[in-house]
C-alpha cells in the first residue's frame, strides 16, 4: 500500500494562492472547509466565530475537518468543479508544495 502525504493548511493555503482556484474539503460528521487564494473562507453569516471552532461542542478545529477528510472538490476559474480523492489530493499538494520549496531555494 502507498503511503498518502499528511493534508495540511499550509499544504492548502499554498496550493489555493499558487493556482488561484477553490477547494471544498468535505469531512463527513465534521463539516466542510473553504480555501481560496490561500485564504480559509466561512459558509454563510450564521457560521461560527473563528475562537470558537476547536472548543466549542459541534465546531471541530480546522486540522480535524482534515483528518477525517475524504472528498476534495476543486473549483477552477472557468467554473469546472472536478473531485478528488484523499490520495489524488495529497499528490497534487505535494507537487504544488515542492516547486514552492524548490523556487524558494533558488
Known sequence: MVEVSEITLEKLRVFTDRSNVL???DAPLFGTLMVFKGRILYKGASYVEPEKIGSSIGFP?????LVEASRF??????GVRRLKCREEMAEL???????KKTAKSV
Open 61 to 65: 478545529a480546522y486540522e480535524n475537518i
Open 93 to 99: 499538494l505535494d507537487q504544488v508544495y515542492r516547486l
Open 23 to 25: 477547494v471544498t474539503i
Open 73 to 78: 472538490w476543486i473549483l477552477d476559474g472557468n
